[in-house]
């Protein structure tokens, strides 16, 4: 079974970071795209980043580029985002989702997701 767990999410102040990690069982990143979305109250689920299946392609959303980085470790099985400068706007749940080989900018593309973890920006 292929399985998605985020974890690192947290409350930190403004101006603050985080990094979340999602560590991948049952498949190998090297055949999925990983992509971070998140989802506020009351809100859609939008996608934030993406790293691709061979690691040398990565995708940013405009409010996010320049302030979240997308990484892997292939041997760790882990995609990490490390969020710096982080607005009371970032705060949302944040999940993982996998796609085979590319990145997509659909949500419903991705046929794996984590169970989410819980980012809170404020002072």
């Known amino acids: 079974q292929l399985h998605l767990v985020e974890s690192g999410g947290g409350l930190v102040q403004p101006g603050g970071s985080l990094t979340l990690s999602c560590a991948a069982s049952g498949f190998t990143l090297d055949k999925y795209a990983i992509a971070w979305f998140r989802q506020a109250p009351g809100k859609e689920r939008e996608g934030t980043s993406c790293?691709?299946?061979?690691?040398?392609?990565?995708t940013y959303q405009d409010s996010v580029r320049g302030r979240f980085t997308i990484s892997r470790d292939i041997a760790k099985n882990t995609v990490y985002l490390q969020m710096n400068n982080l607005k009371p706007e970032d705060t949302a749940v944040y999940y993982c989702?996998?796609?085979?080989?590319?990145?997509?900018?659909?949500?419903?593309?991705?046929?794996?997701w984590g169970q989410g973890t819980q980012v809170t920006v404020s002072s």
């Open positions: 989702a996998a796609a085979q080989w590319s990145c997509y900018r659909d949500l419903y593309e991705y046929d794996y």
């Open positions: 790293i691709s299946s061979r690691g040398t392609l990565t």
